[in-house]
């Protein structure tokens, strides 16, 4: 595992304990996520009835997520290329760029699409903070914007 990787794990977990995140609760992906859309877990703990789950996951140009939402939070660090992030509104939320950080809240509230309009692929190293045994995301429809 690299630094960077033990350092997000390491950062995710102590401030999940700082705040006292106690978020209420297998590993699905948002449907329908796009062609090649892979992701990879690095590390993986239970502590107390939470887990904390370190993965990487790789979109490629012109793909997506799809649409979803999480039962806890996300901490992300991108690798490479350039997330585009966009709400239920059908509204950017963030660009986030090789070297930037982004945090996804809890809840079926917080729906949410990460989209590759770049031409490399986006390359994320996310840690997930779910209730024990919750999936890493559920999925959403299409709350009705024009893409997907």
Not at 7 to 13: A, E, F
Not at 39 to 62: A, E, F
Request: include cysteine; aromatic fraction near 6%; hydrophobic fraction near 35%.
């Amino acid at each position: 595992m690299t630094t960077l990787r033990k350092n997000l794990l390491q950062l995710g977990v102590t401030t999940a304990a700082a705040i006292g995140l106690s978020l209420g609760a297998g590993t699905a992906f948002a449907t329908p996520a796009g062609p090649g859309v892979t992701g990879k877990i690095i590390s993986q703990t239970t502590l107390g009835g939470t887990d904390y789950i370190l993965r990487q996951v790789t979109i490629p140009p012109g793909q997506s997520t799809g649409w979803h939402y999480h039962d806890g939070t996300l901490y992300g660090f991108v690798q490479q290329g350039t997330l585009s992030h966009f709400d239920s509104d059908c509204e950017s939320d963030g660009v986030y760029r090789a070297g930037s950080g982004l945090t996804e809240p809890s809840g079926a509230d917080h729906v949410h699409i990460g989209r590759n309009l770049g031409t490399t692929d986006v390359v994320l190293d996310v840690l997930y903070v779910l209730p024990h045994g919750a999936p890493l995301s559920e999925d959403a429809p299409n709350p009705g914007c024009d893409f997907q």
